[in-house]
């Protein structure tokens, strides 16, 4: 018996299959008279096979191009170490004074952009406010001493051999009078990003007044400083 029933199954199945067989034998038949015949060519293509179906993704992709553009991206803030009134001090760090708002950074990073083409070149001053702790004082002097001037990949910005630094600049409180920090001719630098830093000790100093102590003893002085960005005229020839 249950021979029988192994034999009947494969047969059942067999038959099923030659039964499909010839039923796709019979529509290829009626279809297609001859594969040499150009004119009559099957081809059978399955809607519902789901491998077939096509999908779609999308990604980004974006990129800033800068085109004549100049701009002042950063500038720094300055620390000093505590000092007696008299004398000068070298910078301590770059923080900020949180009781005025500023824009200065705590990197000492000062950076310009210049995307203009055939740029003519530009001037970034530098302008010391007085120094205040309830009472102004204009006696203090801050100087910046020169820093190279580097692009995006560390090197310095020159066209030519002779490296190009930020100018020595000191800096009276209280003074109505910019003071050049940067001064950069037509040709002498590449464009793009410019960028120094104030972070080492020597690279910024603060002379204190010997009347600091009078206004309040053992006080915090701040101060803000205005930093301008001027393009130079451009020149036709």
């Not at 930020?166 to 590449?190: C, H, P």
Request: overall charge negative.
């Amino acid at each position: 018996m249950k021979l029988h029933n192994c034999v009947y199954a494969t047969v059942a199945a067999l038959s099923t299959f030659l039964m499909f067989t010839s039923v796709a034998k019979a529509e290829t038949t009626d279809n297609v008279t001859s594969l040499n015949d150009s004119d009559n060519i099957a081809i059978n293509y399955n809607s519902d096979d789901n491998n077939s179906e096509t999908t779609t993704k999308t990604s980004t992709v974006s990129v800033n191009v800068l085109s004549g553009d100049l701009s002042l991206d950063a500038v720094p803030s300055f620390s000093f170490e505590k000092i007696e009134a008299g004398s000068s001090v070298n910078l301590k760090d770059n923080s900020s004074d949180g009781d005025v708002v500023v824009d200065g950074n705590s990197s000492g990073i000062l950076q310009v952009t210049d995307s203009r083409k055939n740029s003519p070149g530009f001037i970034l001053s530098a302008r010391l406010n007085s120094f205040s702790n309830n009472n102004s004082n204009d006696n203090f002097t801050m100087t910046l001493n020169s820093q190279e001037l580097y692009d995006d990949s560390g090197d310095n910005i020159s066209t030519s051999s002779d490296d190009l630094t930020t100018e020595k600049a000191k800096l009276d409180a209280g003074s109505n009078q910019n003071t050049e920090v940067m001064n950069l001719n037509s040709g002498s630098y590449r464009s793009g990003t410019i960028t120094t830093s104030f972070t080492s000790p020597d690279s910024a100093s603060l002379y204190t007044p010997s009347n600091a102590s009078d206004l309040n003893s053992s006080s915090r002085h701040s101060s803000t400083i205005v930093w301008t960005l001027t393009p130079k005229p451009s020149t036709t020839e």
